[in-house]
Nanobody, 116 residues
């Protein structure tokens, strides 16, 4: 069973930075894509950033230029560097791995709160 463990969330002031990490219990090469989603209270879960097997990335318009997704295949870890954080970035952030053959896997989520 694949497990995803996120870390790095917390409370940060507007304009600050955080780096989220997602450690996968298995080779991330086995997945077609990995991504970060977020869900704010009363809102649907939305895609924040994704990275595909070939390394291409895409971002939600609201985070372009501020967030960066990356991976370290030697550590089976995916990162989300978040800069210039805004109060509207407050949400629970979830790591996702997707395989055409096996479907979706999700982490337990990590809370990010942006507030002064």
């Amino acid at each position: 069973q694949v497990q995803l463990v996120e870390s790095g969330g917390g409370l940060v002031q507007p304009g600050g930075s955080l780096r989220l990490s997602c450690v996968v219990s298995g080779s991330i090469f086995s997945f077609n894509a990995m991504g970060w989603y977020r869900q704010a209270p009363g809102k649907e879960r939305e895609l924040v950033a994704a990275i595909r097997g070939g390394g291409s990335t895409n971002y939600a318009d609201s985070v372009k230029g501020r967030f960066t997704i990356s991976r370290d295949v030697t550590k089976n870890t995916v990162y989300l560097q978040m800069n210039s954080l805004k109060p509207e970035d407050t949400a629970v952030y979830y790591c996702n791995c997707y395989s055409v053959l096996r479907g979706d896997y999700w982490g337990q989520g990590t809370q990010v709160t942006v507030s002064s």
